[in-house]
């Protein structure tokens, strides 16, 4: 599975009523993928929303040591395509980081996101937690 922004914001936040569900998709997973543009996103949505930046930092860290955990650095000709892809699709609100994580999706045959981002099904995707 693709573990997004929320994804990872559900799993950090304990008061979050997603984070028992949350928590148990990211054990169970076989496999997990995630990007850089994820984690820069990270450190911003819990600081935006008060979470600890200790907490959050070490989290990091965590994943960066994870197996189970592959982390996708962005190059710069996955940028360019995930803007030729956003180009296309004009109609919709979604993000550079929702459009890499999209490509990546495609790229490795996963269907699943960990995410609370309705984005995820409006590109066909499935969203693993209630928005």
């Not at 960066?64 to 650095?73: A, G, S, V």
């Not at 395509?81 to 929702?98: P, T």
Request: proline fraction near 2%.
């Amino acid at each position: 599975m693709l573990i997004d922004t929320s994804g990872f914001l559900c799993i950090l936040d304990k008061r979050d009523f997603r984070h028992p569900r949350a928590a148990e998709y990211f054990i169970s997973a076989r496999s997990r993928l995630t990007h850089n543009y994820v984690l820069a996103e990270l450190v911003a949505l819990a600081e935006y929303r008060n979470f600890s930046r200790e907490i959050t930092l070490d989290f990091l860290s965590d994943m960066f040591e994870d197996p189970q955990t592959e982390i996708i650095w962005v190059t710069e000709n996955l940028t360019e395509r995930a803007i030729i892809f956003l180009r296309k699709r004009n109609d919709k609100e979604w993000s550079l980081c929702d459009a890499v994580s999209f490509l990546l999706m495609k790229e490795y045959g996963i269907s699943e996101a960990l995410t609370t981002d309705h984005h995820f099904e409006q590109a066909g995707y499935v969203k693993l937690l209630e928005s």
